[in-house]
């Protein structure tokens, strides 16, 4: 699976930012899709993740309430809806994709190039 993550950039904070991941190659609806995301000088760490057949979402607790992941599977995409964004916030974010999606990086089969996202004060 190819990987390709756009939509990040500058913004305010309290300002949105939707991020896309479009895959490519092996059966997107075969895995379990999700974002990362990595700060400077910090180990890179799980935000979100939407699992392949039941639906099922799970978001780190940093972020619950202020993002929002979905997928199309028609279109090969997952997304990340990013609201009320906190200058914490900033960091590259990457996209993943596993056959089984645990919460930390080794479980990940398949990584986006990431996008870079800041958020100003």
């Known amino acids: 699976v190819q990987l390709q993550a756009s939509g990040g950039g500058l913004v305010q904070a309290g300002g949105s930012l939707r991020l896309s991941c479009a895959a490519s190659g092996r059966t997107f609806s075969g895995y379990d899709m999700g974002w990362f995301r990595q700060a400077p000088g910090k180990e890179r760490e799980f935000v979100a993740v939407?699992?392949?057949?039941?639906?099922?979402?799970q978001y780190a607790p940093s972020v619950k309430g202020r993002f929002t992941i979905s997928r199309d599977n028609a279109r090969n995409t997952v997304y990340l809806q990013m609201s009320s964004l906190k200058p914490e916030d900033t960091a590259v974010y990457y996209c993943a994709a596993a056959a089984i999606f645990i919460p930390i990086p080794t479980s990940i089969d398949y990584w986006g190039q990431g996008t870079q996202v800041t958020v100003s004060s």
């Open positions: 939407i699992r392949r057949s039941s639906g099922i979402i």
